[in-house]
């Protein structure tokens, strides 16, 4: 069973920068991909990126802006946002899946953080 912690989300003003980090448990991190995901009230969760085999993939409306990294020595992935617009507010999960290959689709992601709140105002 892995855990996942978010940290990182607050207020923001349109055009600035926030990094999210999420911590996970267990010792075969590195053989998993990992993701961020987010979900606005009354819409449904939606990819943001993910990180795996070959690299890294990011959803169109994020692409430019924020970049995904991780860390396989303290099992950490972070989520840096940056350009942050309001229509980026949304509460930010954290995403593990049991195989290095990333996917877009947030039912094939096995393990979730509890998420972390962005809000993008002024």
């Known amino acids: 069973q892995v855990q996942l912690v978010e940290s990182g989300g607050g207020l923001v003003q349109p055009g600035g920068s926030l990094r999210l980090s999420c911590a996970a448990s267990?010792?075969?991190?590195?053989?998993?991909?990992m993701g961020w995901f987010r979900q606005a009230p009354g819409k449904e969760r939606e990819f943001v990126a993910a990180?795996?085999?070959?690299?890294?993939i990011y959803a169109d409306s994020v692409k430019g802006r924020f970049g995904i990294s991780r860390d396989n020595a303290k099992n950490t992935v972070d989520l840096q946002m940056n350009s942050l617009k309001p229509e980026d507010t949304a509460v930010y999960y954290c995403?593990?899946?049991?195989?290095?290959?990333?996917?877009?689709?947030?039912?094939?992601?096995?393990?979730w953080g509890q998420g972390t709140q962005i809000t993008v105002s002024s």
């Open positions: 267990g010792r075969t991190f590195s053989t998993y991909a």
């Open positions: 995403a593990g899946r049991q195989t290095i290959v990333v996917a877009r689709t947030p039912e094939y992601w096995n393990y």
């Open positions: 990180i795996g085999r070959g690299g890294s």
